[in-house]
């Protein structure tokens, strides 16, 4: 961690992002492909002189830029592993060296802030071997202002070197683009937010359970800086320990056993059973939109375990996943879809909506009605093979599929209709 980053301190408190902002190319979590090409510019001297870092919020875009500016200008390098010790380092790690300017996209978005740029390019750096400009939010720079960056950007002084960050890269001119060497950053796996935030929790003295993290690397869906932040949300209110229960409460989420007894009502076809504990999660304080969230993340689950694709769950325990196979087993692939599709409808028309909970009711009630579409297959199936013409079958798939409210099943010797 930086110097005077510990809370108390006469330097003051600072928060979690920033004290555990790494500080090496070792400690950045879940960008190895960026990390090694980076790393393999420094070793083989083909460090090129403008490069793009592209990715969503909190992911390591700028943790990245600083330590790729430390590796250029620490009075060991260049190097692959800056000394983090030298003036130079340290200045850099807290974002206020004089050779790496780090410039916000947002509020210096004109023409006259790239002007003064390229007059301060020409001039060589103070005390570093480069000078380093990092522009955060570059697609925020107007047209005039890309327009007049792009000479200086095709061609700088061999002492500058531009590092870019944006969160729209479909904002950039193509220009621009061209001239830059790109670097898309993921979003994080929730098995590396977690392991992080139990390392974070080990130094802060704090016991945690296991479960109670991953609601927070769930909730913070890909970035690390949101978990971090969520992390000091919670540590904020007391050092007694992280729970689940603690950790649904300070942060308004609906249980996941909850949520797993919504979906099986909806499997079950009980509308009112839904609508029931809906309401009793919305009388708990959670917001009728947590609940539609919460069940769309397992429902991915279901989704995954119904297609039988050997890919991880993201949101359910490990002891919720006998219930997740049950409710793939009982539900079809198809069905799950539907299900997920509805939802999603549901969720984008909450946005600006005065009433939320009547759309999350009607979202639910829908999806308690879908037919098994397994079973209508097989019904048509059965119609088919005791010698109904396609057009009785396209008749018959109508009217299951279009109104969804006819009966679950139908035994496989329904008689056929007469000609």
């Not at 990245?64 to 850099?92: H, M, S, W, Y």
């Not at 740029?117 to 939010?137: H, T, W």
């Not at 839904?274 to 429902?299: T, W, Y």
Request: aromatic share 4%.
């Amino acid at each position: 961690a930086p110097p005077g980053s510990r809370g108390g301190e006469s330097t003051g408190y600072t928060v979690v992002a920033r004290r555990y902002r790494p500080q090496r190319f070792e400690e950045v979590v879940g960008q190895d492909h960026v990390v090694q090409s980076l790393r393999n510019a420094i070793r083989l001297n083909r460090v090129t002189h403008a490069y793009l870092f592209c990715g969503t919020r909190g992911v390591g875009k700028t943790s990245i830029a600083r330590i790729f500016a430390k590796c250029l200008n620490c009075e060991q390098g260049p190097t692959e592993t800056p000394c983090n010790v030298c003036d130079i380092c340290q200045a850099i790690a807290l974002g206020q060296d004089v050779d790496v300017i780090e410039i916000d996209g947002a509020s210096n978005n004109g023409v006259e802030a790239v002007r003064e740029l390229r007059q301060n390019a020409s001039l060589r750096p103070s005390r570093a071997r480069y000078k380093i400009y990092y522009i955060d939010e570059v697609h925020m720079l107007s047209t005039g202002a890309f327009n007049a960056l792009l000479k200086t950007l095709e061609e700088p002084p061999q002492h500058v070197k531009f590092f870019f960050a944006t969160t729209e890269v479909s904002k950039i001119p193509i220009t621009v683009l061209s001239r830059c060497q790109r670097y898309d950053f993921a979003p994080i796996g929730p098995d590396r937010i977690v392991r992080s935030l139990t390392t974070i929790c080990e130094r802060e003295g704090v016991p945690t359970e296991p479960e109670a993290l991953q609601i927070v690397a769930r909730r913070a869906a890909g970035s690390m800086r949101d978990a971090q932040s969520l992390l000091e949300q919670l540590l904020a209110v007391g050092s007694a320990g992280l729970t689940t229960e603690r950790v649904h409460a300070l942060l308004g989420t609906a249980q996941d056993d909850q949520v797993l007894e919504l979906i099986e009502a909806l499997a079950g076809r009980d509308a009112g059973g839904a609508l029931r504990l809906l309401d009793l999660a919305v009388n708990q304080g959670i917001q009728a939109s947590e609940v539609l969230h919460a069940a769309l993340e397992l429902l991915r689950d279901v989704m995954v375990l119904a297609a039988g694709a050997d890919v991880p769950v993201l949101a359910a325990a490990p002891r919720h996943l006998p219930r997740l196979r049950e409710l793939a087993n009982q539900w079809s692939l198809d069905t799950v879809l539907a299900a997920i599709q509805i939802l999603s409808e549901a969720r984008a028309r909450l946005r600006g909506s005065a009433h939320g909970r009547l759309i999350v009711e009607l979202g639910l009630a829908r999806v308690a009605r879908l037919e098994n579409f397994s079973e209508i297959s097989e019904l048509l199936a059965n119609l088919a093979s005791a010698g109904a013409g396609p057009g009785m079958g396209t008749a018959q798939a109508g009217t299951s599929v279009g109104s969804r409210t006819g009966p679950a099943t139908a035994p496989a010797g329904s008689p056929t209709p007469s000609a």
